[in-house]
């Protein structure tokens, strides 16, 4: 059984029943699956307007476009990584609770633009 994509909504993790396969391009293999619960797009907006606006304001122009630019950079990096990842049957990702090497090569740029750590999916 293939693992279940989760979203990160509101500040916790959400996912954990199976809904749509994801199949590969390259070979059709599924590779992931959806989840079946509900996004709550209230609590999503509340999040982010009570929680990512105020420590986005807290930034300047430059900031934003240091944190941007380090993105870039770290993406350029390991865009072979990238690479192999998305050409990988058997996927790496937060619902592996971030142990993996592609994970955590994914979650890097989270960190780098949001200045804060990955949380540990469920």
Not at 68 to 93: C, D, F, N
């Amino acid at each position: 059984m293939s693992q279940v994509l989760q979203s990160f909504i509101g500040g916790q993790w959400i996912g954990q029943q199976g809904a749509q396969a994801l199949r590969s391009a390259l070979n059709g293999q599924t590779v992931y699956q959806t989840h079946a619960e509900a996004i709550d797009f209230g609590d999503a907006v509340h999040y982010a307007r009570t929680v990512g606006l105020p420590n986005l304001l807290k930034l300047d122009f430059q900031e934003r476009a240091q944190r941007l630019k380090a993105l870039a950079k770290y993406l350029g990096e390991h865009k072979e990584l990238l690479y192999a990842i998305s050409a990988t049957p058997v996927p790496h990702g937060p619902t592996a609770g971030w142990t993996s090497k592609a994970a955590r090569a994914l979650c890097l740029p989270i960190r780098v633009w949001a200045a804060t750590s990955c949380p540990a999916a469920t």
